[in-house]
């Protein structure tokens, strides 16, 4: 059980295309989803927390406009990094959370390779 | 300002040792630590800890939880390659219901 999807695993494009990324929760319903992005042998930073139905939080130092999230229903995140740049190429997982309070885990997707030429 | 930190940074053994991995955690209105093993994709889930001196186990790993001492170590018995990945530990605070992560540990495990 507990398991989350992202799609796609791997994106390659030009410098100012905007690329979307989904996160789904396939065996369960997450009322939290979270983006985060990790650089080459650091540890994960969280960009943004999305509650089912309402505007995302976001995390000091990321661009709402630029990274927009959508999480529309209860099984279901997206996150669309707009006209991207070399600098925002990078790894991004999503994790779902079943419960609104933090008495479960999160369970991450496999993350989404971002590579922009 | 919270903080998880985690040591070693890497480690390096041979198969079948005894590796111990340590946690130290300073969050406010702490509600539990978590252990991930990620290796070349995103974390996978290990244990979830709320309360102290309750080991949790699961085949060759086994996890404890001391919240006086504010630590938390991860034991992995009779290493395999396999088990050769970054270990992540992670802290959630109930002031903001966010998971804070430690910098991760790098495990190799060598034939």
């Known amino acids: 059980g507990a398991v989350v999807s992202q799609h796609p695993s791997w994106v390659i494009c030009k410098s100012g295309t905007s690329v979307k990324i989904e996160c789904r929760s396939l065996?369960?319903?997450?009322?939290?989803m979270f983006w985060y992005r990790q650089f080459p042998k650091q540890s994960l930073m969280l960009m943004a927390t999305s509650n089912e139905g309402s505007k995302a939080t976001y995390e000091q130092g990321v661009e709402k406009d630029k990274f927009l999230i959508n999480h529309a229903s209860l099984t279901l995140s997206t996150l669309t990094v707009t006209s991207a740049h070399p600098e925002d190429s990078s790894f991004y997982i999503c994790?779902?959370?079943?419960?609104?309070?933090?008495?479960?885990?999160?369970?991450f997707g496999d993350g989404t390779r971002l590579s922009i030429l | 300002e919270d903080k998880v930190v985690q040591s070693p940074l890497s480690l390096v053994v041979h198969e079948g040792d005894t590796v111990t991995l340590n946690c130290s955690y300073e969050v406010t209105n702490f509600r539990s630590l978590l252990w991930y093993k990620q290796e070349k994709k995103a974390p996978t889930f290990l244990f979830m800890l709320?309360?102290?001196?309750i080991e949790k186990k699961s085949g060759r790993l086994s996890s404890i939880l001391d919240k006086k001492e504010l630590f938390s170590i991860l034991n992995i018995t009779a290493t395999q390659t396999g088990d050769s990945a970054v270990y992540l530990c992670a802290v959630y605070s109930g002031n903001t219901g966010k998971l804070i992560f430690g910098q991760g540990t790098t495990l190799q495990v060598k034939p």
């Open positions: 065996d369960f319903q997450a009322t939290t």
């Open positions: 994790s779902a959370r079943a419960a609104a309070t933090s008495n479960q885990p999160q369970h």
């Open positions: 709320t309360s102290s001196g």
